[in-house]
């Protein structure tokens, strides 16, 4: 869950209806994270294939696909059919990834898993609640936040690289948002030139996290303050994250299909997002006494 708005300057006043609104349509039609969104290539073999919202990509290998995330159950859905509108099958995915456990984007993973039998790789704490179908979040809790478990194949450790096909993806555990939530690094051709991309995994702090005293899980705000480093450190030329909101999807794809080529080539986007992200948690830890 990303409480879209969270870290995005001058929309924070709505993330609390967000939240609300988020919460009420889980499961049902019109949550507007999940409407279908027409796929589209991002950088040499690296496509978007998620929903209004709820992020996906697919990146294609030499030996065969790989997705990053679900979205949620409808999302799944949706991903499946992007791949093959994209021309390409399905069953190929050979490796599924993700950047957290939330419904929002671990629900689909299911449906991806059953059309490819791809090997799923997640964090040891996100990997154990993915396979107990959201169950165990220490804070979304109860049945609307579940999903079919799908166990993971490899646990990722932080630093660990996957590769296929040429491709070496780094997976960084960015803790906090949830315990095991990984951010991605990698590199792509966009617009003729290699760059670093990071899929960012989320940095909210959601509306009722404990970041003092009995904290939402143990050592929740020390997580936050590490992950902002690792962060802040990590190169960044093309931003992605696990909601479109975060780095302002709908809006690039627009320039992209006027011709702007390197549409989501933005390291200063990136930079400002982190920089706006960071002084809300700051300011969150302050209102709460720490
Ligand atoms: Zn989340």
Not at 27 to 37: C, K, L, T
Not at 117 to 129: E, F, N
Not at 272 to 280: K, Q
Request: hydrophobic share 40%; glycine share 12%; aromatic share 12%.
């Amino acid at each position: 869950m990303g409480f879209k708005s969270f870290g995005i300057p001058g929309a924070v006043a709505i993330t609390a209806a967000a939240f609300a609104f988020s919460v009420a349509a889980f499961g049902a039609a019109g949550d507007p994270g999940d409407q279908p969104y027409a796929p589209f290539k991002i950088g040499e073999g690296l496509y978007y294939v998620g929903s209004s919202d709820y992020t996906s990509y697919l990146i294609v290998t030499k030996a065969g696909l790989i997705v990053i995330d679900g979205g949620d159950a409808a999302t799944g859905h949706q991903v499946v059919g992007n791949i093959r509108t994209l021309g390409f099958d399905p069953a190929k995915v050979k490796i599924l990834l993700n950047t957290h456990q939330h419904y929002d984007h671990a629900a689909g993973l299911a449906e991806i898993k059953q059309v490819s039998g791809a090997r799923l790789y997640a964090s040891a704490a996100d990997g154990a609640i993915i396979a107990a179908g959201g169950r165990g979040d220490p804070f979304l809790k109860g049945e609307r936040f579940e999903y079919a478990p799908v166990k993971p194949d490899v646990t990722l450790k932080d630093g660990q690289t996957v590769t296929l096909g040429g491709w070496t993806l780094t997976a960084h555990v960015t803790g906090g948002h949830t315990k095991g939530c990984t951010t991605w690094t990698f590199p792509v051709t966009v617009a003729g030139k290699v760059r670093q991309a990071l899929v960012h995994c989320s940095s909210s702090v959601l509306p009722g996290y404990k970041l003092v005293g009995a904290e939402t899980y143990p050592g929740m705000t020390a997580d936050y303050e590490k992950s902002f480093a690792t962060w802040k450190a990590l190169p960044c030329d093309v931003f992605l994250a696990s909601h479109g909101q975060f780095f302002n999807m709908q809006t690039k794809r627009k320039l992209l299909d006027a011709g702007k080529a390197d549409a989501f080539v933005d390291p200063a986007g990136c930079k400002a997002f982190y920089t706006a992200s960071e002084a809300a948690f700051r300011a969150e830890l302050k209102k709460q006494g720490g």
